[in-house]
Nanobody
């Protein structure tokens, strides 16, 4: 059973920062694209940031220049460092591991971690 273990959510004031972590099994981490999604109440889950196995990063426009995604191969961990947080960033954040080819391997989701931005 492949598990993605997330941590780092919590309550933060507007303008504050948080860093989320997601640890994956070594067997998939180096080969899979890693992504962070979020889902606010009553909203669809949306892709926030991604970091492909081959390098590079991509961000949803509203978080560009505020969020940074990175991966530590030695720790099999992907991070989402969030700065200048705003109330609209409040959501459950999910880590996602996307395989090279969905025809041959499954994708995996973390359990989700709540981020609440409020004064």
């Amino acid at each position: 059973q492949v598990q993605l273990v997330e941590s780092g959510g919590g309550l933060v004031q507007p303008g504050g920062s948080l860093t989320l972590s997601c640890t994956a099994p070594a067997s998939i981490f180096s080969r899979f694209d890693m992504q962070w999604y979020r889902q606010a109440p009553g909203q669809q889950r949306e892709l926030v940031a991604s970091i492909p196995a081959g390098g590079g990063t991509n961000y949803e426009s509203s978080v560009k220049n505020r969020f940074t995604i990175s991966r530590d191969t030695a720790k099999n961990t992907v991070y989402l460092h969030m700065t200048r947080l705003q109330p609209e960033d409040t959501a459950v954040y999910y880590c996602h591991a996307d395989p090279p080819d969905l025809r041959y391997e499954s994708d995996y989701w973390g359990q989700g971690t709540q981020v609440t931005v409020s004064s």
